[in-house]
């Protein structure tokens, strides 16, 4: 693999909140008048998560660190544009973006999803100028009420156009799976794709799960989906099925999904006949890019070529972006 950054690549799981640019990340802390170090290495201590947390408590005050900021619809424009420009310095061709409304939303009474959303649409609209497909997957979160989550869904409903999937993300050791299944119900009823998040924490309930988010909602894909592998009858079944897992190596480490780097299941996996895609998760926040997990399966688990394209396309047909826009953008056949 020559230049991994040239490469054709389609990244399915990327969360919009957490792939802010550094750069424009430590700007708006600023602006936002939050005392922020002069030294680069204290504003990364300050924003990112570069080595596996201790607790939970610690990877959210990062990440609300950086919710902060998305204060205004001029800034979630900003951050809607330059992460497509980033994702197109990664040679990413066919991007899924996912976000949270009510993430978003907390603590800036002056916005509604109306106004986020808004901005976010105008934001990828501006970066159309970049050779990249984009689509928008919208999260709920698991430690919402339900009556809240439903609110969410009416709102993907009304603006369905403007998304290409549903998503639930958030602790799923607390909220089971199977807790979500009216809501998602209602979305596939309104033919919503769908991926969930789950098999991502290292405890005994995490293959079951995915099993749920398959069975009972109803999931095309899986976002991370590591832990099946410890669990031959879901492994077998997400084969069965052709279930697509969104592995996300670096950031499996980060939460302590896998106790090192190199112990990532991702091969046995793709052994064992899952269909396995390459995702960076929140690459702001983990202070990654795409290119850094390639070059990390390159190094570590040395992926050839043919590995690397074999999942490219397999995340370039499971895209939930219509085929005739992401076709537009993809080297080789879907």
């Known amino acids: 693999m020559e230049n991994l950054r040239q490469y054709p690549k389609v990244e399915l799981h990327r969360h919009l909140e957490g792939a802010l640019r550094f750069s424009t990340l430590v700007e708006l802390a600023r602006q936002m008048g939050q005392e922020v170090p002069k030294d680069q290495i204290s504003q990364k201590k300050m924003f990112l998560v570069q080595e596996p947390m201790k607790d939970l408590l610690t990877v959210l005050q990062k990440f609300m660190a950086t919710q902060s900021v998305l204060a205004t619809e001029e800034i979630l424009t900003r951050i809607a544009y330059e992460a497509v420009e980033d994702a197109h310095n990664e040679g990413i061709r066919i991007l899924e973006l996912r976000y949270a409304p009510t993430f978003i939303l907390q603590g800036h009474p002056n916005l509604n999803f109306e106004k986020i959303h808004r901005a976010i649409v105008a934001g ?17 979160q698991r430690t919402l009420p339900l009556k809240d989550l439903e609110k969410v869904l009416d709102f993907a409903i009304d603006t369905k156009d403007t998304w290409v999937g549903v998503d639930l993300a958030d602790d799923e050791a607390a909220f089971p799976t199977k807790n ?44 991370h989906g590591l832990q099946i592998i410890h669990d031959e009858k879901v492994l077998r079944h997400v084969v069965d099925s052709k279930t697509v897992l969104e592995l996300c190596p670096t950031s499996n480490w980060l939460t302590n999904g896998v106790s090192k780097l190199e112990a990532h299941p991702f091969r046995k996996l793709m052994q064992a006949g899952v269909i396995t895609t390459i995702n960076s998760d929140d690459p702001g926040v983990f202070g990654i890019d795409l290119v850094n997990e390639y070059q990390l399966l390159a190094n570590s688990y040395q992926f050839s070529d043919q590995e690397f394209e074999i999942c490219n396309d397999s995340a370039a047909k499971a895209s939930f972006i219509p085929l005739a826009t992401k076709q537009k953008f993809w080297p080789r056949k879907i």
């Open 124 to 140: 990828v609209k501006k970066a159309e100028k970049f050779p990249v497909a984009v689509g928008l997957v919208c999260i709920f």
């Open 180 to 223: 979500f299944a009216t809501l998602f119900s209602k979305a596939h009823q309104h033919s919503f794709p769908i991926t969930i998040h789950a098999g991502e924490v290292p405890l005994p309930i995490a293959p079951k799960n995915v099993l749920d988010a398959i069975e009972i909602l109803g999931a095309q894909r899986i976002g």
